[in-house]
């Protein structure tokens, strides 16, 4: 979209396990991490995609995973949730305790070199974890305060340096090494918005708060080599005021995918557009369904508050919980739930049990297998007693009301396919399935197993699919305008049309960062006969054409945006593509999914695309 050019970033590509990421200049001598090393220049002919979040090997724990811990420990935790102001009134807030309160900097500073987390025990906190069935732990490394929780060199603000806990401990590195002993995958929170630093609101030192914020993400990487960072403080604000724009965003993570190229990161390393990062955060909700153009992660508490607040004893129970984590699992997403740690470093008892009532849920009987590496079902819709997941060729019915005696449960199916077995897991009560209507009536015999859900799996037969295709991708023509006018600069085979140029990439190195357009062509051949829904995510416009008609058509620049549409396709027929893109200046993505009842969201694979000859 229009924008005024920002200074070039000297930056300096790397090849990292067969894709391009950028790393700044600075990071050049930075030791690349997992198969990252040092190559050219970046700009024109960047693509900073770097794979499919959707199937990539690189993200495949995170899809598989579904159930993560985010632990919110800082300074902030040392108040425990109430300030006692000079008038002797109290004001109560959790990790926004020095902001809301309006702490002065310096008696905030003060409280925190008292902060003592002697308590704090990474074996406990990786075993709460696997107690519940959570599989990452996601901690605050810093938060808006700019309280560093590892020993930082870039200040002294920080755990080592301003606290009265013991020097020679080092809580993300204990966290770590519990968190490897148990399998557990490591992810790091950091605010981009600071509190602290004095040169993170003025327009002038920004840059140098950017320095420091560059050096301290390389400490992490460096001590504590994370599979996930999680960005946070984003967003536009006015006190302090935030200058992280999206040029930033591309700065940041290219810069740290140079640096690790294994790392999963959120969206909100950018400004929490679809295609920022590896996915998106909704928080405090669920979405209703599988998110159009981008995984998703909902974070949740598990009571009122992130932070730990001695006063909020809005514990949830185990069963919303559990029910939170399977509608998030049966939508394809993940569920990111809280715990705060107290002054000590201790997690309040009700927060274990909650997680202990979660894995003991999915212990039983083996109904775990509705969360992990599971997901939407597709072949079904979502029905109104509970939520589907699907694993393979299991559907796992999570029933929340159970129906009375002898009466069904309705599934409207969304494709043809077979049920060939049905049972209660934690129960050998009869189920009898019968074809009804849109779907199939599941009639169970007996009574429902818990409160939380009783799963009932369905072994099922769907449609087969046809061959995967020998495809080889569309061709591209590429232009050095923005109208697909002319002759084409570049004519080439794009194996799959999966862009995201951002402000300084473009198609072709001797196609410009902006002013360009591609019109991709050729045929497309589905694996199943059913409806697609294909989806496009662009900047500036999109359209596309599936065997002639027009079923996206976003002409007016934008941002970056998501447009669909639903076709029905015959299995093993090769319908005509075409793709057209128009880059005016400013940010450019162009991005082609589709999915199916039988096809989960993905970038339209190379195998099913034909390039037009000539
Ligand atoms: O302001 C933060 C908040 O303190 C907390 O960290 C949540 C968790 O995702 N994120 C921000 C609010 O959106």
Not at 323 to 342: A, I, Q, W
Not at 352 to 373: F, I, R, Y
Request: charged share 25%; net charge negative.
């Amino acid at each position: 979209m229009v924008s005024t050019r920002g200074r070039a970033i000297a930056l300096t590509v790397a090849l990292a396990t067969g894709s391009l990421a950028l790393v700044p200049a600075t990071a050049s001598s930075a030791e690349p991490r997992r198969g990252a090393a040092a190559a050219a220049e970046p700009g024109p002919g960047t693509n900073y995609a770097t794979d499919d979040p959707f199937t990539s090997e690189r993200t495949s724990w995170f899809r598989n995973d579904r159930f993560g811990m985010f632990v919110h420990f800082g300074a902030y935790s040392n108040l425990e949730g109430e300030y006692k102001r000079p008038d002797g009134t109290v004001c109560r807030n959790a990790e926004w305790i020095m902001r809301e309160c309006k702490i002065p900097k310096d008696e905030y500073e003060k409280q925190a070199a008292t902060f003592n987390p002697k308590d704090f025990d990474a074996k406990a906190l990786v075993a709460a974890a696997k107690s519940a069935g959570q599989k990452y732990i996601v901690i605050t490394a810093k938060h808006h305060d700019g309280y560093a929780m590892w020993p930082t060199k870039q200040n002294k603000w920080n755990l080592r340096d301003h606290s009265s806990f013991d020097k020679n401990r080092d809580i993300l590195a204990e966290l770590k090494k519990a968190a490897d002993a148990a399998g557990i995958k490591l992810g790091l929170y950091y605010s981009i918005w600071d509190w602290h630093d004095p040169d993170f609101p003025n327009a002038d030192t920004f840059p140098q708060y950017k320095k420091r914020m560059h050096a301290q993400l390389k400490e992490l990487i460096d001590n504590y080599d994370p599979d996930l960072l999680w960005f946070d403080g984003e967003w536009d604000t006015d006190n302090p005021t935030n200058r992280w724009s999206s040029r930033d965003g591309e700065e940041l993570e290219s810069s740290l995918r140079g640096l690790s190229p294994d790392l999963v990161i959120n969206n909100r390393v950018g400004k929490r557009q679809v295609a920022d990062g590896d996915y998106g955060t909704p928080e405090q909700e669920i979405p209703e369904a599988p998110v159009d153009g981008q995984l998703w992660e909902s974070c949740m508490t598990i009571n009122g508050s992130w932070g730990y607040a001695r006063w909020d004893d809005k514990w949830k129970s185990g069963t919303e919980l559990t029910r939170n984590l399977l509608n998030t699992s049966s939508r394809s997403g993940n569920y990111l739930l809280n715990v705060g740690p107290d002054k000590l470093g201790r997690v309040p008892a009700p927060a274990t049990d909650a997680l202990k009532a979660m894995g003991d849920w999915q212990n039983h009987a083996g109904q775990g297998a509705a969360v992990s590496n599971a997901g939407f079902p597709g072949v079904v819709s979502e029905p109104d007693w509970g939520v589907v997941s699907r694993s393979g060729n299991d559907l796992y019915a999570s029933v929340y009301q159970w129906p009375g005696a002898g009466k069904p449960l309705h599934l409207t199916a969304r494709t043809p396919f077979k049920v060939d077995s049905a049972s209660v897991l934690g129960s050998d009560q009869k189920v009898t399935v019968t074809k009804s209507g849109d779907g199939y009536d599941i009639t169970p015999s007996g009574d429902a197993t818990n409160p939380a859900a009783t799963v009932i799996k369905l072994s099922i037969t769907p449609a087969s699919p046809t061959t995967e295709g020998s495809g080889t991708g569309l061709k591209a023509e590429i232009f050095d305008n923005d109208q697909l006018s002319g002759s084409p600069k570049v004519t080439r085979t794009d194996p799959t049309v999966n862009y995201a140029w951002r402000f300084r990439g473009s198609p072709a190195e001797n196609i410009p960062d902006d002013h360009f357009s591609t019109r991709w062509t050729g045929t497309i051949e589905p694996r199943y006969s059913e409806k697609y829904q294909f989806t496009t995510v662009s900047d500036d416009t999109a359209r596309v054409w599936i065997d002639g008609k027009l079923v996206i058509d976003n002409t007016t620049p934008h941002n970056q945006a998501v447009d669909k549409a639903a076709v029905d396709l015959q299995a093993g027929k090769k319908y005509s593509i075409k793709v057209e893109h128009t880059q005016q200046t400013g940010e450019a993505y162009m991005k082609l999914l589709w999915s199916s009842p039988n096809t989960p969201q993905q970038i339209v694979p190379k195998s099913q695309l034909s390039p037009n000859k000539g």
